[in-house]
């Protein structure tokens, strides 16, 4: 099992690009979420999504879009990047929900 | 107002000495406790978990915590860290009535051991 493959690992973007993070479980999970790691303020979540067709939002989502159209895959978009959005992206999942998360290894976006 | 405070934002210890990480929830109703570890340019790993039963709960390489509910507090403890426990370290809590299918970080702690 590869678990939860994020790519790209690193991007660099200027202002008012668009760009698609991807994240891919093989675990059959149903959990699916997305966060973003800013140094002195932890995780923060942006969007998450319980099964299939289904994407609610987290603390932080505005300026990202997420679907789920398979249980594998759950992109993450930036439809105009800005520079407060560089950060470290990390994909994480769980079969249900609980809270104990399998974390993929992140994506560094950097916005000029 | 912020969900999970931790304390200390950096700690460095030198090798053997104990470790205690203090982690604080604001919502007084039924909630799952985590400590996840960040190691340098690692992804996030579960560490422990509390979600009920037994206050005291043991994790990876020789970590606990401890749930006191009076407190609202979930302290990550170590009687002697290694050099190889240098990471950040993130309190979390969830709560279906509070948080619904969200888990709330804390700031994190950057753990620093000199060997």
């Known amino acids: 099992n590869a678990g939860v493959t994020q790519t790209p690992k690193f991007q660099v973007l200027k202002t008012g690009q668009s760009m698609t993070l991807q994240c891919a479980q093989d675990m059959n999970h149903e959990y699916m979420s997305w966060y973003r790691q800013d140094p002195g303020m932890g995780l923060r979540l942006i969007h998450y999504?319980?099964?299939?067709?289904?994407?609610d939002q987290g603390e932080v989502p505005n300026g990202y879009n997420v679907s789920r159209s398979t249980t594998e895959d759950f992109p993450l978009r930036l439809l105009s990047a800005a520079p407060s959005q560089t950060s470290v992206y990390f994909c994480?999942?769980?079969?249900?929900?609980?809270?104990?998360?399998?974390f993929g290894e992140g994506s560094r976006l950097t916005v000029l | 107002a912020q969900s999970v405070s931790q304390h200390n934002h950096h700690v460095i210890l030198s090798e053997a000495a104990s470790l205690e990480l203090g982690c604080n929830y604001s919502y007084g109703g039924t909630v799952n406790l985590f400590w996840y570890v960040q190691y340098p340019g690692q992804h996030l790993q579960l560490l422990l978990k509390?979600?009920?039963?037994?206050?005291l709960v043991k994790g990876i390489k020789g970590f606990e915590a401890e749930f006191i509910k009076s407190k609202f507090s979930f302290n990550l403890r170590k009687p002697s860290v290694q050099w190889s426990d240098t990471a950040e370290y993130f309190c979390?809590?969830?709560?279906?009535?509070?948080?619904?299918?969200?888990?709330?970080f804390g700031a994190g702690t950057i753990l620093r051991v000199k060997s």
């Open positions: 979390a809590v969830s709560g279906l009535m509070e948080y619904g299918n969200k888990l709330v």
């Open positions: 994480a999942s769980s079969f249900r929900f609980s809270g104990e998360l399998f």
């Open positions: 999504s319980v099964g299939a067709g289904i994407t």
């Open positions: 509390y979600f009920s039963g037994d206050p």
